[in-house]
């Protein structure tokens, strides 16, 4: 068999896990036409079609799933010698990829990254603040954090703390509207909540708990566009006291009767658990959920 180029394979994975070559390109740093030829390089090197390519991407042959294993093998290998033999300097540098749901990712984490980026100015962060999930097993994320712990895969998760919701909404709206002395009086109001069928997670289905049957009548599925919704006056909404409390403009609605608590999980792919650059930002997103566990749970803005 001819031998291959071993950097080809950084060249398959990119491709394997996202199925384009524009998106493979644009993760490595390279142009679209690199990433092909490296590809075919090394079908021709294994003597083997490694992808079907279609318009709509790139799909794994039987031949490139039975690669994909090996590689991400070897990946792993090569980023545990990274970490353990390179020394700190070299294990602190490189890139690490953080999914974080909207909320968290831009309210809460996006503000504290840069002590973290003083501390390690070789990392490169990269914070993914999005309303869905992201796939630890195709590297869209080397850190994640969701609502719930992992069903199944090769996944370290552990709980990050718990944070709880309310209603809020703006003085004026409420001074112009009937009074909301109980949880019935809301389907009298506007409510902004999310887009049902783009409800990426069932813990975001809060309105039932809160009264059966509510339902929003502005629709966003993202939780901080509902909640500028919210300070323009567009109606009441179910909001994370800890982005609430940093928005003056908002007041509690029936903060007594409803109270909804949710949970934050961080998942680690278990291949990285130990690499010393992933382990540092796991170590600081912890420090900052711990430190935060009253903002998180609605209790600085109650003494308020």
């Known amino acids: 068999m001819e031998r291959f180029d071993w950097d080809d394979l950084r060249f398959f ?4 896990r996202s199925g384009r070559l524009t998106a493979a390109a644009r993760r490595l740093g390279a142009d679209h036409a690199t990433v092909s030829r490296r590809v075919t390089s090394l079908e021709e090197s294994l003597k083997a079609k490694l992808f079907e390519r279609r318009p709509q991407g790139y799909t794994l042959t039987a ?3 039975r690669l994909l294993a090996k590689a991400e093998s070897m990946e ?6 990274q970490s353990d033999i390179g020394g700190a300097d070299m294990a602190l540098a490189g ?6 749901p909207d909320g968290f990712g831009t309210c809460f984490l996006a503000p504290r990254l840069a002590g973290l980026a003083k501390a390690y100015p070789g990392l490169e962060l990269q914070l993914i603040a999005m ?3 992201l796939s630890l097993s195709k590297r869209e994320a080397d850190v994640a954090i969701t609502l719930a712990p992992p069903k199944e895969g090769k996944v370290v998760a552990r709980k990050l703390c718990d944070y709880r919701l309310g209603l809020y909404a703006t003085r004026e709206y409420l001074d112009s509207m009937p009074v909301v002395a109980k949880p019935d009086d809301l389907f009298e109001h506007r409510i902004v909540g999310y887009i049902d ?8 289905d809060y309105l039932d708990e809160v009264a059966k049957g509510l339902r929003a009548q502005v629709q966003s599925s ?3 566009a509902q909640m500028n919704a919210v300070v323009a006056g567009a109606g009441i909404g179910v909001i994370h006291h800890f982005m609430a409390a940093t928005e003056g403009r908002l007041v509690p609605v029936l903060p007594h009767t409803v109270s909804i608590t949710r949970s934050f999980w961080l998942l680690v792919h278990a291949d990285l658990k130990d690499v010393a650059r992933v382990r540092a930002i796991v170590d600081f997103i912890v420090r900052e959920a711990k ?11 109650i003494e308020t």
């Open 63 to 65: 031949h490139g799933e």
């Open 95 to 100: 890139t690490v990829r953080i999914g974080a």
């Open 76 to 81: 792993t290998e090569a980023l545990a010698i």
């Open 131 to 133: 309303p869905r999930l």
């Open 222 to 224: 993202n939780v901080l």
């Open 291 to 301: 430190a935060a566990r009253s903002l998180m749970m609605g209790e600085l803005r």
């Open 197 to 204: 069928d783009l409800i990426f997670t069932p813990e975001l």
């Open 13 to 16: 994975l990119a491709v394997a």
